[in-house]
């Protein structure tokens, strides 16, 4: 499952909640209502997402991040980056002597 890193300890969060005038306890119903499930997020990871200090998770689902962007009508990627991967891979192969040394 992809996790995404919200950006600047999540102030791009709480500043979107600010200017839409929403709570935590606002933003997650407003991500049951946005949620085809209709379950949305808990209160409990809307505070971990958009908090500050120890409490507060650097990094969320791809589904938690999309549900609160959605409900916040602001783009994803406002808030959350995607993790860095390598994708380098070395191809080894062992010489046995049954090449063709050509």
Same mark, same amino acid.
């Given at each position: ?21 929403? @709570? ?5 119903? #407003?991500?049951?209502? =946005? ?5 949305? =997020?808990? =209160?409990? @990871? ?8 120890? @409490?507060?998770?650097?990094?969320? #689902?791809? #589904? ?20 860095? =991967? ?17």
């Amino acid at each position: 499952m992809t996790d995404l890193i919200r950006k600047g300890e999540g102030q791009p969060l709480r500043d979107a909640m600010k200017r839409r005038g929403v @709570t935590q306890a606002e933003l997650a119903a #407003r991500t049951r209502a =946005v949620d085809i499930r209709g379950q949305g =997020v808990s =209160v409990a @990871t809307v505070v971990k997402v958009t908090g500050r200090g120890k @409490t507060a998770s650097k990094v969320c #689902r791809l #589904r938690t991040a999309w549900l609160i962007a959605t409900a916040l009508d602001e783009p994803l990627q406002q808030h959350f980056d995607m993790p860095t =991967v390598s994708t380098d891979t070395v191809e080894r192969c062992k010489d046995d002597g049954d090449s063709d040394p050509r």
